[in-house]
């Protein structure tokens, strides 16, 4: 199985573009930061990754605020056939309530 969720904040963000097939996508950098338990040690992990949304929500994606922080759920797939580098592909996402 193939799913990834992570919290996130959009970091960087190209604008619409549409594919030679005619489907929008918008390419983006998300950055992550929290604190996980790994053998009973607090870990502080921080990444980015190299992002896409495709299709229907490309439109709201390339909408949704930069800096804002938000739960998003997808896939990782190569970048192409013969990258060896990863893309998550964003399925979803969702605002987080900063409380």
Do not use: C
């Amino acid at each position: 199985m193939n799913q990834l969720q992570v919290v996130a904040i959009i970091a960087e963000r190209e604008v619409l573009r549409y594919t030679p097939a005619g489907m929008p996508i918008v390419n983006a950098v998300l950055q992550h930061s929290s604190q996980q338990m790994e053998a009973g040690i607090a870990r502080l992990t921080e990444f980015e990754v190299a992002a896409l949304a495709a299709g229907e929500i490309s439109g709201r994606f390339s909408e949704a605020a930069l800096g804002g922080v938000y739960q998003f759920s997808g896939f990782l797939a190569r970048k192409s056939r013969n990258s060896k580098s990863l893309v998550f592909h964003i399925i979803d996402f969702s605002a987080v309530n900063s409380d």
